[in-house]
């Protein structure tokens, strides 16, 4: 089993980030549903890790931000890194935006 582990890692060490992330979201997805109360946690576990390597210190904001996105819009993020890093992109921006003086 723990050969098995090790195999696994050097597999995931060998991709891309967009691949690496696609795999993990594909591992979650299917617990992506209303009945499931720990869909959002489970989700911002996942994509916390990439949103950090995107926008560095707002990454729980924006991950806080797109977790509460319906659940169809979360399932797309989730199958798409392209729209993750647009959305996050623009989560950011709103940040921004509001963090600006009036």
Do not use: F
């Not at 949103?51 to 931000?65: D, F, R, S």
């Amino acid at each position: 089993m723990a050969q098995q582990q090790q195999v696994q890692q050097q597999q995931m060490a060998q991709m891309t980030i967009e691949q690496r992330y696609l795999v993990a979201c594909h591992q979650i997805i299917s617990a992506v549903v209303p009945e499931n109360p720990n869909y959002k946690d489970q989700v911002g576990t996942v994509l916390y890790e990439y949103i950090t390597q995107i926008v560095g210190p707002k990454a729980p904001k924006v991950t806080g931000m797109l977790i509460d996105l319906p659940i169809e819009d979360i399932k797309l993020i989730m199958q798409d890194w392209s729209l993750l890093n647009t959305r996050v992109v623009q989560a950011s921006e709103l940040l921004d935006q509001q963090a600006m003086p009036q």
